[in-house]
């Protein structure tokens, strides 16, 4: 059985990275998550991958599934409040409830015509395809006015929430996660939760992801049945 971390909807459980000099996506933005949710459309947005804290304005960008099931993709140049959403055509009619999907997001920053471009793709490719390998779907595709940027924050990189972990948090399982600076690009990070080993901690775990980077799951109990946030393998 592959592992992954169940995430229960509750406010401070979410798996963070550090930003470093290896790992900031300023350019072309590429991210993928391997999910799945008990209900695909929840009661409220909830975020797969963010580099997003409002405090000190240091908002860049944020992947989120919006309460309609439509993906969704937002982010600001400067890092403040005011920043450009868009929010796909079509839901996740693809995927069934409790069963692993694959979700890509891409942000163009220049599609040449003075404009940028953003896409969402999914793919029900099994657990053990490597993100790179995964064959995709376009789900919606959209551009918007202007050559833009994402912001340079100096906040975390943040899977499963916003923020410290009190905004937008995710339920259902993560399996894999990966960004990248370049659109199908060399990946700034790599996690993979599906080889993770159980641990028995009351505060946060930390591992290296497949590019060095150390990751941080952080839980407010036991990663075990019954609680918030659980490592399961």
């Known amino acids: 059985m592959s592992g992954y971390v169940v995430f229960n909807g509750v406010e401070h459980n979410y ?33 797969l991958q963010n580099q997003h804290h409002a405090q ?31 929010i796909a055509d079509d839901g996740l009619s693809f995927a069934t409830p409790d069963e692993p999907f694959w979700l890509r997001a891409t942000h163009r920053v220049d599609n040449g015509n003075n404009r940028n471009a953003i896409r969402f793709h999914w793919s029900l490719d099994p657990i053990a395809t490597a993100p790179a390998a995964v064959d995709w779907t376009l789900l919606d595709s959209q551009t918007r006015s202007n050559v833009t940027s994402h912001f340079d924050s100096q906040a975390r990189i943040l899977l499963g929430a916003l923020n410290a972990g009190n905004r937008d948090v995710f339920e259902g399982r993560y399996y894999k996660a990966w960004g990248a600076g370049a659109i199908g690009g060399t990946p700034e990070y790599d996690i ?33 049945a019954g609680t918030d946030v659980r490592i399961v393998r």
């Open 15 to 47: 798996i963070s990275l550090p930003r470093t000099a290896d790992v900031s996506l300023l350019g072309d933005l590429d991210v993928i998550s391997l999910i799945s949710m008990p209900t695909l459309t929840p009661a409220g947005r909830v975020a």
């Open 56 to 86: 000190d304005d240091q908002r860049s960008w944020r992947w989120s599934i919006e309460a309609s099931g439509a993906p969704s993709f937002w982010w600001s140049r400067a890092g403040k409040v005011a920043g450009i959403e868009v």
């Open 192 to 224: 993979d939760l599906t080889n993770i080993t159980q641990q028995e901690r009351e505060t946060a775990c930390t591992f290296e992801d497949r590019r060095g980077s150390l990751v941080s799951i952080h839980l407010t109990g036991l990663p075990e």
